[in-house]
């Protein structure tokens, strides 16, 4: 069965401070898409960020950056400068492509200490 | 702006009840996605539509149904609503490998009592 894990069911860090959230994934496929999605107390999941495993630099998207580590099946977060809107359950997600269909990790709630 | 809509924020149901929740797209997907949503368990596949009248059974599809008459819309049936279905439900689009990042709805938490 595809996987995906996120060992950290909660993370706190300091307003401004950098916070690193884990994800390891499991599959023997070799094209795929990684997600990070944010979910804030509204509940509207929103897109952070998207990583094609074809490709070997990282995403970045202004303070979001992954780690993507393929051999590895790792695909860490990390929000620099934090924000208390950065407030959230962030699930680590992955799609094959040739099924399309989005596996979920159980998710990590992030707080922002002021 | 993209939208994926759904039809209650809240619902309240007794038990044996048939319960319809419904999901409308405005983006042309193809993709249309049921999500279960549990602490501890993230989300979790209930059903998955990838054309019209289209579908395939997803992680844990047992007690629900799906239907999908229009491109629009695509709807979630508890054929008889039990305890254990009280969760929060979420919705999803996608337009295929083009661009496979799901956009999804508010989320309909759900309670059957």
Known sequence: AQTVTQSQPEMSVQEAETVTLSCTYDTSESDYYLFWYKQPPSRQMILVIRQEAYKQQNATENRFSVNFQKAAKSFSLKISDSQLGDAAMYFCAYILWRNEKLTFGTGTRLTIIP | DVKVTQSSRYLVKRTGE?????????????????????????????????????????????????????????????????????????????????????????????TVV
């Not at chain 2, 996605?33 to 209930?46: A, E, H, S, T, V």
């Not at chain 2, 997803?58 to 009280?86: C, H, M, W």
Request: proline share 3%.
């Open chain 2, 18 to 110: 048939k319960v319809f929740l419904e999901c409308v797209q405005d983006m042309d997907h193809e993709n249309m996605f049921w999500y279960r949503q549990d602490p501890g368990l993230g989300l979790r596949l209930i059903y998955f539509s990838y054309d019209v009248k289209m579908k395939e059974k997803g992680d844990i599809p047992e007690g629900y149904s799906v239907s999908r008459e229009k491109k629009e819309r695509f709807s979630l049936i508890l054929e008889s609503a039990s305890t254990n279905q009280t969760s929060m439900y979420l919705c999803a689009s996608s337009l295929q490998m083009i661009q496979p990042e799901a956009f999804f709805g508010q989320g309909t938490r759900l």
